[in-house]
């Protein structure tokens, strides 16, 4: 059974251009959350979707966007990058009925140069 | 806000040494409190929730009794091995605010 699977592992971007990163959840699993990891922080909640729609926002500004399709998986996408967005982005999935804790992808690092 | 305090680190132990981890949080309600821990190169890993409070999590030797009095999660093994050597995250509720995390080091 694959856990949750994020896509690329890691990725190099130019100020100001987007990015578009992608992950797929647990099998099971119908909730996707975003966190943005800085080097030596803890995850910092980004967003989470349900039902295809975002349900809860942490403190990001609207150049962080998502999506979440009919088969769970998700995307985030920034727009206008900036060198601070240079951090792990971890997806998680779960599910909204059942027992709690997330499970947690391998994240994608992303550099903005 | 919600917000989670976590004991600094680095931490630093012997194998076999007894390991706490400091954990307090501030929230509204009765959150639902987590401990995840994260190996180098890797995601997150769920190691044990709590629900309400006095509940017990525990997992592979890991403890965190949920203190609803001292608003605390504290993270504690009786003998610690070289394999946990990590960093630990103390979090809270369905939206994960996680702490700062605190790096353990364990040396044979």
């Known amino acids: 059974d694959a856990g949750v699977t994020q896509s690329p592992t890691h990725l190099i971007k130019t100020r100001g251009q987007q990015v578009t990163l992608r992950c797929s959840p647990k099998?099971?699993?119908?909730?996707v959350s975003w966190y943005q990891q800085a080097l030596g922080q803890g995850p910092q909640f980004i967003f989470q979707?349900?039902?295809?729609?975002?349900?809860q926002r942490g403190n990001f500004p609207d150049r962080f966007s998502g999506h979440q399709f009919p088969n769970y998986s998700s995307e985030l996408n920034v727009n206008a990058l900036l060198l601070g967005d240079s951090a792990l982005y971890l997806c998680?999935?779960?599910?909204?009925?059942?027992?709690?804790?997330?499970?947690f992808g391998s994240g994608t690092r992303l550099t903005v140069v | 806000g919600d917000s989670v305090t976590q004991m600094e680190g680095p931490v630093t132990l012997s194998e076999e040494a007894f390991l706490t981890i400091n954990c307090t949080y501030t929230?509204?309600?009765?959150?639902?409190l987590f401990w995840y821990v994260q190996y180098p190169g890797e995601g997150l890993q769920l190691l044990l929730k709590?629900?309400?409070?006095?509940d017990k999590g525990s997992n592979k030797g890991f403890e965190a009794t949920y203190r609803k009095e001292t608003t605390s999660f504290h993270l504690e093994k009786g003998s610690v091995q070289v394999s946990d050597s990590a960093v630990y995250f103390c979090?809270?509720?369905?939206?994960?605010?996680f702490g700062t995390g605190t790096r353990l080091t364990i040396i044979p």
């Open positions: 929230a509204t309600g009765y959150p639902s």
């Open positions: 979707y349900y039902e295809e729609e975002e349900r």
């Open positions: 709590a629900t309400k409070a006095d």
């Open positions: 099998s099971g699993h119908d909730t």
């Open positions: 998680a999935s779960g599910r909204v009925q059942g027992s709690y804790g997330y499970t």
């Open positions: 979090a809270l509720d369905e939206k994960l605010t």
